[in-house]
């Protein structure tokens, strides 16, 4: 069974300092990982992808992720954080690219 | 291109009732996903429907919810005789086979 941990409910963050939303999982066999961001009342939006190659993936908006296996983790990261960051994130997995098991969710805001 | 629509975005229905909650893929997608989100919860997986088939339906509750992706038309989440527990925020996504999912800015289910 897959499952998907995001560690902190909450975080917050200095405008134009760098950010890190935390994430690790656990799946037997290859994994795909993704990461989406949620505004208020609306729908996910994707961000960014690993299925395979390059640890470090780069995605929308100036956010990236880093996949380490060894720890099991794909921590979301982005050098210079702005307020319109603010928003919810979810981290999810998938083992063929099918059902997505998402984590509980981290809220990042960032302070002006 | 437009992405998934969903129709109703929001919906009021008295106990008993019977909700139905539609999705548009986007243009040229054949692969839908629907996804619930309870209040204070992450989303959970309900079902994986290809066009006239039903891929996965592992996350759906045995009774009352059914789900159908028609040769023509929208997909459609069907929940008989809802119940209070059945408010929650509804989301269908769509993807090309074995790619990202985009998700619909969902269906905000309510019983009064």
């Known amino acids: 069974a897959q499952s998907v941990a995001q560690p902190e409910d909450q975080v917050n963050v200095a405008e134009g300092n760098p950010l890190t939303v935390k994430c690790t999982y656990s799946?037997?066999?290859?994994?795909?990982l993704f990461w989406y961001v949620q505004y208020p009342n609306r729908g996910l939006q994707f961000l960014l992808k690993?299925?395979?190659?390059?640890?470090l993936v780069k995605g929308s908006y100036g956010f990236e992720a880093e996949f380490n296996k060894s720890q099991t983790s794909f921590h979301l990261k982005k050098p210079s954080a702005l307020v319109s960051d603010s928003a919810l994130y979810f981290c999810a997995s998938s083992t063929s690219a099918r059902q997505l098991t998402f984590g509980s969710g981290t809220q990042l805001t960032v302070l002006p | 291109n437009a992405g998934v629509m969903q129709n109703p975005r929001h919906l009021v229905r008295r106990r008993g009732q019977e909700a139905r909650l539609r999705c548009s893929p986007m243009k040229g997608h054949s692969h839908v996903y629907w996804y619930r989100q309870l209040p204070e919860e992450g989303l959970k997986f309900m079902v994986y429907?290809?066009?006239?088939?039903?891929?996965?339906e592992s996350g759906m509750p045995k009774e009352r919810f059914s789900a159908e992706f028609p040769k023509e038309g929208p997909s459609i989440l069907r929940i008989q005789q809802v119940v209070r527990g059945d408010s929650a925020a509804y989301f269908c996504?769509?993807?090309?086979?074995?790619?990202?999912?985009?998700f619909g800015p969902g269906t905000r289910l309510t019983v009064l």
């Open positions: 799946v037997s066999g290859n994994p795909y």
């Open positions: 996504a769509s993807s090309l086979p074995a790619d990202t999912q985009y």
């Open positions: 690993y299925i395979t190659g390059d640890n």
């Open positions: 429907l290809q066009k006239e088939n039903i891929i996965d």
